[in-house]
């Protein structure tokens, strides 16, 4: 039976997983014995923390693993079985983000539990891989942009990147992201014309959607296909190490609430993301040079069911056509920059 002074149980996404290693890396400097069990979160990115943190830390099953102290976030769902002596749940929402970010919530626990006066706005054991293929690029000069997200939440995604590229220049900007990040299926929304005349509770409806959906009636949104070939888009094209090398030394970083916006900051970037239907109280990255940047229209965050309207994976809900980020002018991102 193996005895960690501290294990975090955490799953859902890439985000997730960094927001919770902020406090395994206070752990560490502060030599205590912990461990993360990363559920549902992909195999590579899994793979890559192994070499960052070793396999001790980043845990492949709980068998036979005992912990003091028990940290379970809101998003591990599996039923699981551990011997432990205390329990901590995590479950961020409208009002507790208010004071604490989910990232900063993980670490007040560890702080309570092994004081010091440790602190970085960086996750400092990420390794990265300063590549041939990324000094050819000349990531200092440039403008990384992160214009999808995980299909399913394409909600969140800024409309406007097309514009926002012009007014940079092709030539100074590099645009990142996986295959999921140019899947469109589920990136349609209600015309007014449909969310004038049904409720909200219609507009939750899957089927409703799907109906509409299949007879052609939802309007295309943040469709970004077009990036894929471009001299200057790279999608599934870098390694989790030379993407750290990418976010720590890019001229500045923009791009859309996701793990790749999470990734950025812990690796040192600099520069904005764009919050809309999310909460920027829960979701902000822990470096404070990675800035949001929102409307604060008065339906945000539907995350967490402002105004009755809660967001939706597989679908878009919104009543508003998703004013928050539609009307988020290009001009804005670029005078906050």
Known sequence: MKQYDVIILVDSGIGN????LYSVEYCMKNNKKVGIFLNKISQSFQNYLKECYGS??????????K?????HSFTYQDSFELEYSHYFYIQPDFNSSK?????????????ALFPSEFKSEALLYLQEDFSEKVKALQIETKFILYPGSTYPNAYKRWPHFDEL???????NVIV????DDLNVDYSYIYPKYITRFFSQIILDNITFWRFLRKLNLLIPFSHNVNLKDKKYSFFNAFSWKELAAIFKRSK???GNDGGLSQLAGAAGARGL???GATSIEKNKAYNSNLKPISLNYECQPCQFAKLGILAKKFYINCPYQIKCLTNLKTDKILENL
Do not use: D, M, P
Not at 99 to 111: A, F, H
Not at 176 to 179: E, F, I, R, S
């Open 17 to 20: 997983a960094i927001e919770a």
């Open 56 to 65: 001790e830390i980043i845990l492949e099953n709980l068998t036979n693993k």
């Open 67 to 71: 912990a003091n102290y028990l940290l």
């Open 99 to 111: 004071y604490k970010s989910e990232t900063e919530q993980y670490l007040e626990i560890v702080k």
């Open 165 to 171: 590229i012009l007014k940079l220049g092709e030539e």
């Open 176 to 179: 990142l992201g996986g295959n």
């Open 252 to 254: 500045q970083f923009i």
């Open 273 to 275: 993301v764009i919050f």
